[in-house]
């Protein structure tokens, strides 16, 4: 099945920096790559996710890009504000026979004052 | 639309016990996954079911199962209790299988602490 490593598993990072998050999965045939944040007591929520069709993606201030040669796709965070303290999650889905969705461990971000 | 919602939300059982949690996705969504969250293992896939048949499974022993009824709402059970069963248990509901692109929408969560 699908592998997906996730790292760092913890950051921090001055508020107004940038923060990247990097993931590497096994299986070459995974198509479709969500990322998930949770902040403290919450539920998970899409923030924005990727397809393999697409190298890059942007959403105001997060991003993630994707390399299907290397296997690897990462989060990017820039002018990073407190609210963006959270449990950050990727994922992969591949599709063996149907659609499987493996997470990563996750990153926990905290952006200091 | 309301939202996932998940019951009971809090629950303390002893070991060797069974429990049973439920999770009533949003309405038309007809895919209900299951995971564990512990603190350092992120989310663990347990299973998913779609149109009340289980499609995928994660690495979990038997002693953790599913089903899920004709109205999409899903129930899990874990039986025979153990000290390490101790987490919060999460749902997320989707129009379609769960690794299809779209967001899974998660519920609020239900902690079990087994003592």
């Known amino acids: 099945g699908e592998n997906v490593e996730q790292h760092p598993s913890t950051l921090s990072v001055q508020e107004g920096d940038s923060a990247v998050i990097k993931c590497t999965y096994s299986?070459?045939?995974?198509?479709?790559f969500p990322w998930y944040k949770q902040e403290l007591g919450k539920r998970p929520q899409l923030i924005i996710d990727?397809?393999?069709?697409?190298g890059e993606k942007k959403d105001q201030r997060i991003a993630v890009t994707l390399n299907k040669t290397a296997k690897h796709f990462s989060l990017h965070i820039t002018e990073t504000q407190p609210e963006d303290s959270a449990v950050y999650f990727c994922a992969a889905s591949f599709p063996l026979g149907d659609y499987k969705l493996s997470f990563g461990a996750g990153t926990t971000v905290t952006v200091r004052a | 639309k309301a939202g996932v919602t998940q019951t009971p939300r809090y629950l303390i059982k002893t070991r060797g016990q069974q429990v049973t949690l439920s999770c009533s996705p949003i309405s038309g969504h007809r895919s209900v996954s299951w995971y564990q969250q512990t603190p350092g293992q992120g989310l663990q896939f347990l299973f998913e079911?779609?149109?009340?048949?289980?499609?995928n499974k994660g690495n979990f022993p038997g002693r953790f199962s599913g089903r899920q009824f004709s109205n999409s709402r899903s129930e899990m059970n874990v039986s025979t209790l153990e000290l390490g069963d101790s987490a919060l248990y999460l749902c997320?509901?989707?129009?379609?299988?769960?690794?299809?692109?779209?967001?899974?929408?998660f519920g609020p969560g239900t902690r079990l602490t087994v003592t």
């Open positions: 079911y779609f149109s009340e048949t289980q499609r």
């Open positions: 299986d070459s045939a995974s198509n479709y």
């Open positions: 990727i397809r393999s069709n697409v």
């Open positions: 997320a509901s989707s129009p379609g299988l769960a690794g299809s692109p779209g967001e899974q929408y």
